[in-house]
């Protein structure tokens, strides 16, 4: 399990995905980008849209797929 912060840059709750530009990560070696993320649950994304901070717990299944576990809006 990884933590992170970032700004939500695209939404499809259809596909199960979000969008997140994120900082360097040093858990799992990356550095900052904006990378799409699998979510575990897609009604986890009600009520956010684009341009929202967040923090979020991930886990990685491989390379850079990337499953975001738990999703929590900042300030």
């Known amino acids: 399990m990884h933590s992170a912060e970032g ?3 695209a939404i499809d709750a259809a596909a199960g995905t979000v969008s ?3 900082g360097a990560i040093s858990s799992v ?3 900052a980008m904006t990378m799409n993320f699998n979510l575990a649950d897609p009604k986890a994304v009600a009520g956010f849209s684009p341009g929202q901070r967040v923090a979020f717990h991930f886990t990685v299944e491989g390379g850079m797929t990337a499953t ?3 999703l929590s809006k900042l300030q």
């Open 29 to 31: 070696g990356w550095p």
């Open 20 to 22: 997140i530009s994120h």
């Open 68 to 70: 975001v576990t738990h």
């Open 7 to 9: 700004i939500v840059t």
